[in-house]
């Protein structure tokens, strides 16, 4: 990857652990900036309109607005990015939800962290990604 090609990252995640994982996965790819963290979709509309990602990681499961919805929000706010849903749970309807909201790609929590860093490098290149689920 080019030097000059940094793609802005923001996490939605309301889990703790799964944010200080985040933070440390993403941390260590050379081609990746994080420019934020929400624990809410209230607060991540604050964020994306104050550091404008390339690329946000969305859970679906929120407290207040849940991911579908706050992905709508942050699509008419920030229609530049790219909002990829990471989430436990790939019922269908859920996935449905989170796509007709805007979503990119949908990829589950169990997805392998090569996955996650190809999918977020295929979402700021403008193309969909989507889990295959646990291998």
Same mark, same amino acid.
């Given at each position: ?58 859970? #679906?499961?929120?407290?207040? &607005?849940?991911?579908? !919805? @706050?992905?709508?929000? =942050? /699509?008419?706010?920030? +229609? ?13 309807? #859920?996935?449905?939800?989170? &796509?007709?909201?805007? !979503? @990119?790609?949908?990829? =589950? /929590?169990?997805?392998? +962290? ?21 291998q």
């Amino acid at each position: 990857m080019s030097s000059q090609t940094t793609i802005r990252v923001m996490s939605v995640e309301d889990n703790p652990a799964t944010r200080v994982g985040l933070v440390y996965f993403l941390s260590a790819q050379p081609d990746v900036q994080l420019v934020g963290q929400a624990a809410s979709g209230e607060e991540a509309l604050m964020l994306c309109e104050r550091e404008r990602p390339d690329v946000v990681l969305m859970d #679906m499961r929120l407290p207040g &607005m849940d991911g579908a !919805a @706050t992905t709508a929000a =942050l /699509k008419k706010k920030c +229609p530049e990015a790219q909002v990829i849903v990471f989430s436990s749970f790939g019922e269908q309807p #859920m996935v449905e939800k989170a &796509m007709r909201a805007g !979503a @990119t790609s949908y990829l =589950l /929590k169990s997805t392998k +962290p090569q996955d996650l860093i190809r999918a977020i490098r295929t979402a700021h290149a403008g193309r969909s990604a989507q889990s295959q689920g646990p291998q």
